[in-house]
């Protein structure tokens, strides 16, 4: 092997190393670390692929892929914000609660179906019953506090913090406006 291509191969193995090495270790293979709990690419992918499957889904519509996968996580950590919520203030939302907002809402659809709108923007069952857990806990927090929307607003993005959500920059960052942005730190993968 001559020497160049050795020094070559040396100096590819050492940026990759030096890569490696900026990555932090919690991230690599991750979507999203909430509070330690990786929610990885793998799961992210697997949950657009099941949109996508839906009737009436059309990505583009939708912004396109990487703002669809932006949407999917943004709909995840807000979940999980929302379940540190209910847990800290001992709010209790059942799946009958969540059963019977359905009801409701499908009640003022016309014709009393939500599926197709719901499927327009990319909301599987599963994330479209966490939507409405989500506002359940927002309203039980309301009631029992007295806050209004900038207070809510507020008290998650301060649990935000304390749960140090930490995105893949591959897909952007997450900020003060409970959403991921098109704001990315890879210099290799924008986000946009």
Known sequence: MSTIRRIVIASLA???AVALTACDSEQIGAAVVIDGDRF????LQNEVQHAERLEGFDVQAAGGMPAF????LTRHIQHEIFLRLAADEDIQVSEADIDDAIDEISAQA???DIDAALAQAGYTEQAFR????DQLIAQAYAD????DNAGLTQALVDLGDQLNVDVNPRYGTWGEDLAVSADTGSISEPAS
């Open 144 to 147: 029992e506090t007295g806050a």
């Open 14 to 16: 050492a940026a990759s």
């Open 130 to 133: 966490a939507g409405v857990a």
């Open 40 to 43: 990885t690419v793998d799961d």
């Open 69 to 72: 996968q932006r949407t999917v």
């Open 110 to 112: 016309p014709g009393g």
